[in-house]
Antibody, heavy 125, light 110 residues
Framework: QVQLQESGPGLVKPSQTLSLTCAVS??????????WTWVRQPAGKGLEWIGR???????SYNPSLKSRVTISLDRSKNQFSLKMTSVTAADTAVYYC?????????????????WGQGTLVTVSS | QSALTQPASVSESPGQSITVSCTGT?????????VSWYQQLPGKAPKLIIY???KRPSGLSNRFSGSKSGTTASLTISGLQAEDEADYYC??????????FGGGTKLTVL
């Protein structure tokens, strides 16, 4: 059974870099049949897609966050990571990692079938 | 990319049916049959309930169904139960190879 688990600091100072990891179990991130993604949700607000990475290390990011976001793979630990620079209070949110799958193993991988439980990141001095 | 448009809230009595709309553009909802819907209970992660417009994950109740016409997708929940009370989000894959979410709809079962 696929499981995803986010981890990282719960408090980040303004202007610093937010760093989170998502540990994946029950599936290899090297499989070419999924995207690995990040989604966030400010308290009381809706979901916002942040970005995704493929096993080839190709990435795609939300245009509104692209200049500040990097997603990478760590194959040795079967996990992927999110880095967001120059954070402000507006980046305070619950951050989820999720797996994107598709009806066909060749893609596209367009729906999020497995999610982590989420981790709250607060940006404050 | 702009968020998809969903009603902020909907309410109905147990046993009745509701439909939640999700309106996008020709670059997202209207471009592909790649709309999915998620149920989010308070304090929990979202859960996939509909994918590719109208497909249900294995084991999910057939009280949940999806459809699409043009740039508007819809989620219908029939035979409402108290346990259906949650937030519901639509999302669509886009022509830019990104995703866009709806603002979410809070369902209240009266």
């Amino acid at each position: 059974q696929v499981q995803l688990q986010e981890s990282g600091p719960g408090l980040v100072k303004p202007s610093q870099t937010l760093s989170l990891t998502c540990a994946v179990s029950g599936e290899s991130i090297n499989r070419d049949t999924y995207y690995w993604t990040w989604v966030r949700q400010p308290a009381g607000k809706g979901l916002e897609w942040i970005g995704r990475i493929y096993t080839s290390e190709s990435t795609s990011y939300n245009p509104s966050l692209k200049s500040r976001v990097t997603i990478s793979l760590d194959r040795s630990k079967n996990q992927f990571s999110l880095k967001m620079t120059s954070v402000t209070a507006a980046d305070t949110a619950v951050y989820y990692c999720a797996r994107a799958s598709g009806l066909d193993t060749g893609g596209p991988f367009v729906y999020f079938d497995h999610w982590g439980q989420g981790t709250l990141v607060t940006v404050s001095s | 990319q702009s968020a998809l448009t969903q009603p902020a809230s909907v309410s109905e009595s147990p046993g009745q049916s509701i439909t939640v709309s999700c309106t996008g553009t020709s670059s997202d909802v209207g471009a592909f049959d790649y709309v999915s819907w998620y149920q989010q209970l308070p304090g929990k992660a979202p859960k996939l309930i509909i994918y590719d417009v109208n497909k249900r994950p294995s084991g999910l109740s057939n009280r949940f169904s999806g459809s699409k016409s043009g740039t508007t997708a819809s989620l219908t929940i029939s035979g409402l139960q108290a346990e259906d009370e949650a937030d519901y989000y639509c999302t669509s894959y886009t022509t830019s190879n990104t995703w866009v979410f709806g603002g979410g709809t809070k369902l209240t079962v009266l």
